[in-house]
Structures are given as C-alpha cells and as structure tokens.
C-alpha cells in the first residue's frame, strides 16, 4: 500500500532536514513538504534532500503563508493525482514521533478509513505543554465532542492518517476552516460521511526546535467553527456510495 506524508511547512529548518531522515529510515512511507515561502531557507533544504531520496521524497513550493489547512488541501489533491492509498498529515517540528507513523499505517490498514494519533485516548500525553495550554487543548477537545456527538477524544490532533477513498469523498472546495479549525472539520465530515475513525494512543512532546505557530485566532476559528458543523449539510460520497 503507496504511503505518504504530507509536512507543510513555514520556517522550519531547524528540523526538516532531521525529520525527513527520521521518517525516510522507517522505509514504505513518502514525504510531502508543502513549504510556504519559507525565508529561513527550509525549501532550500528540502530541494537539497531530493537527489538523495529520489522518487521518495517532494517539494511544494508556495509564495507566502498561506496556512495550515489550504497546505493540507494542496497536499491532498497532489496525492489524489497518484497512486497513494494511506495519505498522513504530520507536523515539522518532532512533537509528532516519526516512529509512530508505523502503528498509525498498522491501525489504517487493519480497517480503520480515519486514523487519528491521539493525545487523549488513554489519559493525557502531553509533554512540555505549559498547564494553560494543555488545559486549553483537552478542553476543546471535550467541547467538540459535546458540540457534534463524533466519537473522537482529540479532535484537534494533526497527526491524521487518510485512505484515499476518504479524501475521494469529500468535497475539499468546501472545507471551509485553517488551523485547529480543519483539523475537526476533516475528521467530522468524515464521520459525518459515515467513514470509521480510529484513535491510536500517541505521546506528544512540544517542540524543542523553532518557533510554535499557534496564535489565539487559530483558537477562536476552531471555537466558533464548531457550533456551526452541526447545522452544515455535508456533501460528499458515504463508503456505501463509494
């Protein structure tokens, strides 16, 4: 089964280049790097890797920051145009373990159509995250579960593992939100669709290398985005369909 990793980048090489290494070592996985403009270099990096890891590992270069969800999106759609079957979404910076990209394809392949590295699914696993943010984390979490009744403890998790008849199905023009916002927008149309979505249990660990990207507007799109997924008609094609 075609695998492949989709890291979307914007001012990481301070890690790229190791992750790239870390994930090219587990064999039977791809890499993406969607790269918005980066100044500090890190296409430059990547574009360096790609004699090395011919055939393996690609480049999308973008003009300026054009978010998190739009890099995914472009991602999705360039995977769709080849023959991958398990497309991830996977963050830069190692708060994500390459290591557990294996488990997560296990997971997929085992029957699962969403799969979902979970901070929350046993307990909290959450390292380095100060106490307010955490808390911020697990809340939202429990609110959009409370919110649109999906059965997904960590909602807002990025590291996400796709079958390609998933994102056959849905309709990418109209996923609407960017930051934590997408994250729950993907894995609710998803369900929504009547897809299975999984959770395997996954330690998070903050990043020790550049700079967070998170901002308090990526909290209130995810906020305020919620409460209207409920009311949304969702388009798309269920499995049955399929």
Known sequence: MNRLVIVPT????????LLVRRVM?????DVLVVDDGSPD???SIVRGLMNEFFGRLYLIEREGKCGLGSAYIAGFRWALERD???IF?????FSHNPDDLVRLALRAESGADVVVGSRY???VNVVNWPMSRLLMSWFASKYVRFVTRMPVRDATAGFVGY???VLQAIDLERVRMHGYGFQIEMKYTAWRLGFTVGEVSIVFVDRTRGTSKMS???FSEAFWGVLGLRFRHIKGTSPSKG
């Open 163 to 165: 079958s390609r008849r």
């Open 41 to 43: 270099g890190t296409g």
């Open 84 to 86: 991958y079957e398990l």
């Open 121 to 123: 699914a046993v307990g």
């Open 89 to 93: 979404e996977m963050d830069a910076d």
């Open 25 to 29: 070592s587990l064999g039977g996985f």
């Open 216 to 218: 308090s507007g990526i």
């Open 10 to 17: 914007y001012n990481e090489c301070e890690n790229i280049e």
